[in-house]
């Protein structure tokens, strides 16, 4: 059964300071990654997305990594600002006969506190 | 990239009663689907909306309970009938883009509250 976790659950940390949110995965076969970021009471939005031969990606502040050999993914927030207090979510694709499925993560929800 | 609208943005509702959902997209879409989002879970799909043929429901959703219309390549509707407090959702609609890399955009959301 393809599946995402995401770690960790929630996560607390001062405006200014980084930040990594970790994804291990089990889908198969691999298709793409995503990060998206979710405001509360909002549809996610996309940060990156990243390929299989991808193994890294930055969207300003942003930067997703990818292992495919390990079916880890991290997303990086350097800098935090208040206005990144959200959910994180990973996204994995798979292309199963042709036809695109996704596995959602539950997410992290992230505070930026001042 | 796809802007998606939804409305209503947030709704009360008794139990019982059914509401409608729409979605309208700024560009004609191939692939349209509806997700609910429960709180404190991940996003769920609840159907692929097919334009022209029934929808494509996922296991442990049926057509009575979730009907879906898609009239054109740029509109939906989602109805969720006879509802219950534990239809208490957002419900969101979701697009694939064109390009190659198929990326998929999200509406705003529906945040139902049923009592």
């Known amino acids: 059964k393809n599946q995402v976790e995401q770690s960790p659950q929630s996560l607390i940390i001062l405006e200014g300071k980084n930040c990594t949110l970790q994804c291990n995965y089990t889908v198969s076969p691999f298709s793409n990654l995503r990060w998206y970021k979710q405001d509360t009471g909002r549809g996610p939005v996309s940060l990156t997305i990243m390929t299989f031969s991808e193994n890294t990606k930055s969207n300003g502040r942003y930067t997703a990594t990818l292992d495919a050999d390990t079916k880890q993914s991290s997303l990086h927030i350097t800098a935090s600002q208040l206005s990144d207090s959200a959910s994180y979510i990973c996204v994995v694709s798979d292309r199963s006969g042709g036809y695109q499925k996704v596995t959602f993560g539950i997410g992290t929800k992230l505070q930026v506190i001042p | 990239s796809a802007v998606i609208s939804q409305k209503p943005s947030r709704d009360i509702c008794q139990r019982g009663t059914s509401l409608t959902i729409q979605c309208q997209v700024d560009s004609q879409v191939t692939m349209m689907f509806w997700y609910r989002q429960q709180p404190g879970q991940s996003l769920t799909l609840i159907a692929t909306a097919n334009q022209g043929s029934e929808a494509t429901y996922e296991s442990g959703f049926v057509i009575d309970k979730f009907p879906i219309s898609r009239p054109n390549l740029t509109f939906s509707t989602l109805t969720v009938s006879n509802m219950s407090p534990e239809d208490s959702s957002i419900y969101l609609c979701?697009?694939?883009?064109?390009?190659?890399?198929?990326?998929?955009?999200f509406g705003p959301g529906t945040r139902l509250t049923v009592l």
């Open positions: 979701s697009v694939l883009g064109l390009a190659d890399n198929n990326e998929q955009f």
